[in-house]
Each structure stands twice: as C-alpha cells, then as structure tokens.
Nanobody, 119 residues
Framework: QVQLVESGGRSVQTGGSLRLSCAPS????????MAWFRQAPGKEREFVGA????????LYADSVKGRFTISRDNVRNTMYLQMTSLKAEDTAVYYC????????????WGQGTQVTVSS
C-alpha cells in the first residue's frame, strides 16, 4: 500500500521560513501531479498549490502566491513546499496529495503535518 508522508512542520515565528516535504512510503507509483492542502482549526481544507510531474509552472492559491514555492524531485518522487514570510493565518495542518491514476482529483493523501506561526 502506498502512503504519503509529510514532514517538516513545526512552530515558527511570524516572518519566518519553513520547508515541508512529502515523500511516498510503500510501493512505487506513477505520479501525475501532487498538491498541498491545508486545514486551519475550524475551517475547511483549502488548496495551497499543485505541481505536475511532467513539468510546467506550479499553481498557487492567491493567499500564498509570492511567498510559497512548490518543487519536486522526480527521482525520489518527493515534493517540497518552501514557505517564506509566514503569517499567523498560515497556521494549519498541511497535507500533501497525489494523483496517481489520472483524471481529476487526488487519490493519495498524507496524514498531515502541523505548522504553527506565532509572534
């Protein structure tokens, strides 16, 4: 069984930076695209950004555009989320997801990693 494992979440001060990683565990799978989502306490899960494994420019939510950068390591099937200029409103559990089957949506999800931004 394939699982996605996020890492890198921790507490950081406002204005700080953090890098999250998302790597697969278990059997290998073909990746079509991967994405980051986040869910803050009391709020619905929201899209952060996504990247196609074949190339192209990553897509970002307006709330993180210019501050967050998604990159990938095709060999390791690993995705990264570099976060800079962090704000309190970035506090959330961050999830990664993968589309390994084609079509729309994501069929693989991680368990999430907590990011807390405080002053």
């Amino acid at each position: 069984q394939v699982q996605l494992v996020e890492s890198g979440g921790r507490s950081v001060q406002t204005g700080g930076s953090l890098r999250l990683s998302c790597a697969p565990s278990g059997r290998a799978f073909g990746t079509i695209s991967m994405a980051w989502f986040r869910q803050a306490p009391g709020k619905e899960r929201e899209f952060v950004g996504a990247i196609n494994w074949s190339g192209g420019t990553p897509l970002y939510a307006d709330s993180v555009k210019g501050r967050f950068t998604i990159s990938r390591d095709n060999v390791r099937n690993t995705m990264y989320l570099q976060m800079t200029s962090l704000k309190a409103e970035d506090t959330a559990v961050y999830y990664c997801a993968a589309n390994s089957r084609g079509g729309s949506g994501y069929d693989l999800w991680g368990q999430g990693t907590q990011v807390t931004v405080s002053s």
